[in-house]
């Protein structure tokens, strides 16, 4: 019985974790359809920049409330994170503002257009910081 109530405090504590993240990272916006290239591009507009897996866990702590990952826990967790799907070079998210806030566009959200980090990976890169902790 202690067993099972650890495991379900466990999973409810990560479940609220990961939810925090998602209205933490809730602001990086990225244009999900947007080439290598367009990336780039974007870059150079000042109001783009990219945002890494390794900044991502350099930061995840103060968001989920543990503790900092070690360089080389950030590096496992990067690894990890690239075998997952993640992309390895990170995203290009916009910097000054979150696009879309309040809109009603149906096209926002969708995978194809403008989507939030957290929306579309938060849960996972979560999942993998608890991970790293074990590494």
Not at 51 to 60: E, M
Not at 63 to 92: C, T, Y
Request: proline share 3%; net charge negative; hydrophobic share 45%.
């Amino acid at each position: 019985m202690n067993v099972r109530r650890t495991t379900v405090s466990g999973v409810l504590a990560l479940t609220m974790l990961a939810g925090s993240a998602t209205a933490a990272l809730g602001h990086e916006c990225f244009i999900a359809s947007r080439s290598a290239q367009g990336d780039a591009g974007a870059t150079h507009a000042g109001v783009w920049t990219r945002l890494t897996l390794a900044d991502i866990f350099g930061f995840i702590n103060t968001i989920v409330g543990g503790p900092a990952l070690s360089p080389s826990q950030i590096d496992w967790a990067v690894a990890e994170g690239v075998s997952e799907g993640l992309p390895a070079n990170g995203w290009v998210v916009r910097s000054d503002k979150t696009i879309g806030e309040g809109s009603q566009n149906p096209n926002l959200a969708n995978g194809k257009g403008l989507d939030h980090l957290a929306d579309v990976y938060g849960a996972q890169v979560v999942g993998i910081y608890f991970q790293a902790l074990g590494h």
